[in-house]
Every structure is written in C-alpha cells, then in structure tokens.
C-alpha cells in the first residue's frame, strides 16, 4: 500500500451505518481495524475515522476511550484546518462533559463547536449542537434556555431535512415538559419520537424515547404502561450494548 492511497471511503460508510442503525460492536471492530494500520495518510477520512471510533465507544460506555478519540481528532483538525472534524470532536468532548457533570466546560465547547459548523456549513452539526446544548441547561434547571435551544434545533433540522435530529429535539423538549410536570405532553412527544426514530431506523433513539415515555406513563401513574416501554427500552439497549442507555432505563 502507498502513502498516497486513501482510507477507504466504503468501510467508513459501512461503519457509520452501523453506528445510525445502533450497531455498535460492528461499527467498533471496522473502525479499530482500520485506525490499527498506522500507514494510512492523515487525511479527511482518516480523521473522520477517529471521531467515529469515540462515538462508538461513547454509545458503548467507554468514557475514557472515547475521549481519548474525540481529542486525537479535534488535534488533527486543528493542525489540517478542518473545521468540519474539529466542530464534531469539541461538539462531542461536550458531551462527555456534560455527563461527568462539568456543564460549563460543555456549555463552552458547544459554543465552540457552533461557529466551527457555520465555517464548515454544517445546518446539521449546528441542529445537533443546539440539542446538546438544551440538555446542559436542562440539567441546570434552565428551562426557558433548554426550550429555546431545542428550537433552534428544530428550526435547523427541518431546514436540511435531517429526520434523526428533529426527532432528537422533539424527545428533548418531551423531556422539558416533563421537568415542568406536564407528564401528558411528554408522553405523547416521547411516543411520537419513539415511531419517529423506528421509522428510520434508529435502535438507540428509540430507546431513548422509549425511556423518557416510560418515565411520562411513570408519572402518570400508569405502572403497566410505564414497564412495558421501559422493557422494549431496555432491550433494545441491551442488544446493541448501549451502556449508558441501558443504566438510564
């Protein structure tokens, strides 16, 4: 193999496939395999690889791991000026933050990341950032700041089309209703997120969503209801080893 040749472009496809279908292990040994031959040119794909190795490792559990990919990536776009790469590692170092409870260092990468789309051209990377962001806020109790944030999520996400993200944004604002007791509009919102995502399909938003309408019908006081869609949640992470939504539900 030459130095000019290029990480294959199929096997990235294939690998990110995985991870949209929720298939985690297999997305994980393609792109381990791949990032294992160290003479591949560090070119746009090879550090698109990098990004999505972390966030397969994220969706595993694998904290640690992942944030060591996602900051090996944001090194390589920064020396390439790759705002696209870079926006998506400091989009997803905030995530990491944000789940080991440093909200202002998240609330700052997601700021980061936002121009770093624009630059890029991104509407999708800013659609998913805003999520992010409503989520730290939400968990600082900020919830005018959440909703504001998941419309702007919405408002992108409809601009480009991007069925996975808007069906994210309208589950996240089921959770803001939910924060606020409004238990019927949460569940009804998490119950059309959770058809939203199995049209597409994607396993792990729909646990997601499944989760969030267990914990609705929890509220509700609607015990039978509430299991049964906690089970189909639990499953459904159980099967393709999300780690984090498993613990969740």
């Not at 789309?117 to 659609?127: H, I």
């Amino acid at each position: 193999m030459s130095r000019s040749e290029a990480v294959p472009r199929e096997v990235l496809d294939l690998a990110e496939a995985d991870l949209r279908r929720g298939d985690l292990a297999p997305a994980r040994a393609r792109l381990e395999a791949l990032l294992a031959d160290d003479r591949w040119p560090r070119t746009a794909e090879f550090r698109r690889a990098v990004n999505m190795l972390g966030a397969a490792y994220f969706e595993l559990g694998m904290l640690e791991e992942a944030e060591r990919e996602f900051a090996r990536a944001l090194d390589l776009a920064s020396l390439a000026g790759d705002p696209l790469t870079l926006a998506r590692a400091t989009n997803n170092l905030g995530l990491i933050a944000n789940i080991r409870g440093r909200h202002a260092e998240a609330l700052t990468r997601y700021h980061l990341a936002l121009p770093a789309y624009q630059r890029g051209g991104s509407t999708a990377g800013m659609a998913e950032t805003c999520h992010n962001l409503a989520i730290t806020w939400r968990d600082l109790g900020r919830l005018e700041e959440a909703e504001r944030y998941e419309r702007r999520a919405i408002v992108y996400a409809q601009e480009v089309g991007n069925r996975r993200i808007l069906a994210m944004a309208h589950v996240g604002r089921a959770e803001l209703c939910l924060r606020r007791g409004e238990a019927a509009v949460a569940e009804a919102g998490a119950r059309r997120g959770a058809e939203a995502y199995a049209a597409i399909p994607d396993a792990l938003g729909q646990a997601d969503a499944l989760r969030l309408q267990g914990e609705a019908r929890l509220a509700l006081g609607n015990l039978a209801a509430a299991r049964s869609a906690l089970d189909r949640s639990v499953t459904l992470a159980q099967e393709h080893g999300a780690l984090l939504l498993l613990a969740e539900a």
